[in-house]
């Protein structure tokens, strides 16, 4: 009995001596990675974007993402645009009509010049052009409609210039309409634009996408074309009053030789030649409408003038063109009041 007790004796001394030894082993260290890292196993990585994913594997995916769509980029590039739009991939291109422009004129006024002149410094463009369908078998739309409403020009500094008004009495001014495959269109649109400009962008929009533009060259288009006309005094008005008299008129044939249509302003002088005294002066005196090309017009320059009796009395009239101010012709007449 004695020797079974010092057995567990000597035992338990082995047990609590082998305790102690295990619990001073030392114990591992936790792992703790401050931002910008993030803990990935037992280590930490770097994680600027704060998206829980390494940067270093985010690039390689981002490498593969690109060889990925550099290789179906490849592969649609050579498919034929029928295969594209059966997979939905196109729905339609950028320019799907077609500008040609077929001549270009510049003018002070169109028709009526009282009622339809541009303003000072400028002109009317006025551009015969034909538009086209070029993209309807490449589009899923069935037609395009062109409208006047939708086309401008612009200038190298971007202003825009809508439509004139004036383009609606052209004789063969652009019509608005639709434009199925193969289908085009010719007419005329008048633009107001300032005389100075060199460089204008014609441009078809619709619904803020454009389907056609193309520039031109202004340098290149001769200046506004001038009336070539010339004017015959055929009569001068007058009464007679006792020991006075008075200029009531002065009727004159305007002769238009030229290729432009203009209204005619009339400079008038009248000097009393026997005291030289100068009785009347006036500029764009009475009214005379619009001269049609190759046409002669037979008007009268209403003008009131009271003289004395006896008296010679010279007329000096000067014939310019309203829009221009240039002088197309000047008459003298001499008058004696009996």
Known sequence: MEKITKLCLILSIVLFLFACQSSKSPTAKAVVCNKPYILVGTSCCLD???????????TNLQTEEEIISEENEETESNENPSELEEKGLVEEEAFGLEITVNSLVKKKCIGECSFSG???????????????????????????YVSKSNMYLKDEKGYQY????????????????????GDFIRGEIAYEIAESLDMLKIVIEDYDKILAETWINLS???????????????????????SSGV????????????????????????????????????????????????????????????????????????????????????????????
């Open 48 to 58: 600027i974007n704060d998206n829980l994913i390494c940067d270093d594997d985010e």
């Open 118 to 144: 541009a303003d000072k410094g400028k002109i009317f463009l006025i551009a015969d052009i034909t538009v086209k369908n070029v993209n309807y078998e490449k589009s899923l739309r069935d037609y395009y």
């Open 162 to 181: 809508e439509i004139a008004f004036e383009t609606y009495n052209l004789d063969k001014k652009l019509e608005d309409t639709k434009l199925k495959k």
């Open 220 to 242: 290149q288009i001769d200046d506004v074309e001038k009336p070539e006309a010339s004017f015959t005094i055929r009569s001068i008005d007058k009464s007679w009053y006792s």
């Open 247 to 338: 200029f009531s008129g002065i009727n004159v044939a305007i002769n238009n030789s030229g290729n432009v249509d203009f209204r005619p302003r009339f400079d008038i002088k009248i000097t009393d030649t026997t005291n030289f005294d100068v009785i009347f002066e006036e500029s764009d005196a009475g009214y005379i409408g619009t001269v049609t090309a190759g046409e002669i017009y037979y008007g009268e320059i209403g003008i009131y003038v009271w003289v004395d009796e006896h008296h010679d009395f010279r007329f000096e009239i000067t014939m310019l063109d309203e829009q221009t101010g240039i002088e197309l012709d000047k008459q003298r007449e001499n008058e004696i009041m009996v």
